[in-house]
């Protein structure tokens, strides 16, 4: 069974950096590409960023891309998300996720319980 | 980018009643359109890809429909397990992925 933890989530002060993992298992992590997925307390889902199964390419958010960097670590089945430059706007809760299959059309039916990451002074 | 508009933002249905929710795409998306369903404080489940397949273990209550641009989740009679916000997700064209604004329904 697929399981997704993240970790790494707190509250950091406007401009400060944070660093989330997600630890994988259950499934060939480094066959899949990974994504990060946020949601504004009491907001709709909002997509972060994509990782390669490899970690070759990398898409952003344009809300994120300068701030935040997506890497992984296959031998480690972890995957990361750096966030620097940190505003209140990205206070949310943020999601791992992975796609149901590695299709370039993806869809999430794997889900981490999610790190709550709160951006105030 | 591609927008996901879904409507209404809130429905009122009693159990055992039917809910329809609809989600439109700003240009055409195929049939590249999935459906989420999230209950407070959990992440969201994978109720329908490929706009009408059900993921594994999704009970046959749940149906999607559409292509192109307008899209609709159909539950065919509400259990009190289903009251929940539902998000429509386009992957067609991509980065970005989008999500539709969310549907709640509620219990009249």
Not at chain 1, 57 to 85: C, E, H, P, W
Not at chain 2, 36 to 55: D, E, F
Not at chain 2, 69 to 84: M, V
Not at chain 2, 93 to 101: A, K, S
Request: aromatic share 10%; glycine share 10%; with cysteine.
């Amino acid at each position: 069974q697929v399981q997704l933890v993240e970790s790494g989530g707190g509250v950091v002060q406007p401009g400060g950096s944070l660093r989330l993992s997600c630890a994988a298992s259950g499934f060939t992590f480094s066959s899949y590409g990974m994504h990060w997925v946020r949601q504004a307390p009491g907001k709709g889902l909002e997509w972060v960023a994509f990782i390669q199964s490899d970690g070759t390419n990398k898409y952003y958010a344009d809300s994120v891309k300068g701030r935040f960097t997506i890497s992984r670590d296959n031998s480690k089945n972890t995957l990361y998300l750096q966030m620097n430059s940190l505003r209140g706007e990205d206070t949310a809760v943020y999601y791992c996720a992975k796609p149901y299959s590695t299709s370039p059309r993806p869809h999430f039916d794997s889900w981490g319980q999610g790190t709550l990451v709160t951006v105030s002074s | 980018e591609i927008v996901m508009t879904q409507s209404p933002a809130t429905l009122s249905v009693s159990p055992g009643e039917r809910a329809t929710l609809s989600c439109r795409a700003s240009q055409s998306i195929s049939s590249n359109l999935a459906w989420y369903q999230q209950k407070p404080g959990q992440a969201p489940r994978l109720l329908i890809y490929g706009a009408s397949t059900r993921a594994t273990g999704i009970p046959a209550r749940f149906s999607g429909s559409g292509s192109g641009t307008d899209f609709t989740l159909t539950i065919s009679s509400l259990q009190s397990e289903d009251f929940a916000v539902y998000y429509c997700q386009q992957s067609n064209n991509w980065p970005p992925l989008t999500f539709g604004g969310g549907s709640k329904v509620e219990i009249k």
